[in-house]
Structure formats: C-alpha cells, structure tokens
C-alpha cells in the first residue's frame, strides 16, 4: 500500500480486474482507468468506479482506455483535486457508507424473499418461516 504514495493514476488490468486492488487504490486516493471486459470479473472495476461516481474512468474500449490515462496523466492540478477527496467521495458513496449499502442489500434479500414466497406454492414444511 505505500507503494501506491508514488502513483499518480492506477490502470486496472485486462480482461481480468484488479477488484480488491481497484479499491485499495481508490481508498488510498489513487483513481483507477478501466475497461470494461465481457465478464463479470472483467467489469467488476467499472461497477466500483460507477458507484462512487467516476465513471470518467471507465472506458468501453482499448483506445479510450489510453485516451482516459493520457488526459488524466496530462491534467496534474485536476488529479490532485480529485485524489485528496476521493476518501470522502467513498464514504459518501451507496458503496462506501456500510450502513446504507447494508441496509440495500437487506430490502433486497427481502424483496428476493417475497417474490419467492409469492410464486411457489409451498406448505410450513417446505420453506423456512419469515421473520418479519
């Protein structure tokens, strides 16, 4: 991680994503350039960067892929404005701010639930009881 004080821009690997290292780059004010690739694994980073709003890094090809990093590495002053909020553009973001993200994915266990419980025909046997 302290390596990451001497980079100025990170550029997420392809067509596999760096996923837990795209985060340790952002939370240590590090943006990351990405590309988004077929599979899931491949578009995990630009997932990340759409949720803490930086889609401006997320590339759909190759050439915008070097496009983004060239403008970015280019534009210093804007970089450094970016780098020193990007904590707390994380925390603030549905992604960064825990409590928000977990009750999100909660209401949507639930939601998932009560769809389930909607469709199938099932007796007290066959299908846990609800809690709430």
Known sequence: MLALAEV??????????GCVSTWE?????????TKLGKTVSGRVAGAILTSIGLTQFVASNEEDYVTIALRWAGSPDELA??????RERIATSESGD????????????????QTYCASSPTTSTDAPTRAS
Do not use: H
């Not at 100025?8 to 994503?17: H, R, W």
């Open 25 to 33: 780059s952002l939370y240590m004010g590090v943006p990351v350039v």
């Open 81 to 86: 404005v970016l780098r020193r909020g990007m």
């Open 8 to 17: 100025d821009i990170s550029l997420d690997p392809f067509p596999q994503n």
């Open 98 to 113: 825990t409590v928000r993200y977990c009750r999100k994915v909660e209401a949507l266990y639930r939601r998932f639930w």
